[in-house]
Nanobody, 123 residues
Framework: QVQLVESGGGLVQAGGSQRLSCTASGRRASRSSMGWFRQAPGKEREFVAAITWTGGSTYYADSVKGRFTISRDNAKNTVYLQMNSLKPEDTAVYLC????????????????WGQGTQVTVSS
């Protein structure tokens, strides 16, 4: 079992920056490829970024490429999402996912999910 807790969400103005954290606990936490997804009201869950357990490979949705950076600190069992140049359309609940077993951009490929943290970008 893996437990995930996200933090760092809140209200930010367009053009601003925010960093999300996801801390994992549990037996498989430190050797898990992980991802960030987001879900806006009335919309499907959308892939944002993913990182392998070594941190050697990262993947991004086209909509955030060049603005967001995913990283991890395995000593702290924590994955980060640095978000820069935020836009109102980035407003959503951001969810952390762990234990990838399949295609990195599909929600069904992840075994564990956090509760999410709200990010609101004002124009």
């Amino acid at each position: 079992q893996v437990q995930l807790v996200e933090s760092g969400g809140g209200l930010v103005q367009a053009g601003g920056s925010q960093r999300l954290s996801c801390t994992a606990s549990g037996r498989r936490a430190s050797r898990s490829s992980m991802g960030w997804f987001r879900q806006a009201p009335g919309k499907e869950r959308e892939f944002v970024a993913a990182i392998t357990w070594t941190g050697g490979s990262t993947y991004y949705a086209d909509s955030v490429k060049g603005r967001f950076t995913i990283s991890r600190d395995n000593a702290k069992n924590t994955v980060y999402l640095q978000m820069n140049s935020l836009k109102p359309e980035d407003t959503a609940v951001y969810l952390c996912a762990a234990d990838l077993r399949g295609t990195y951009y599909l929600p069904m490929s992840y075994q564990y999910w956090g509760q999410g943290t709200q990010v609101t970008v004002s124009s």
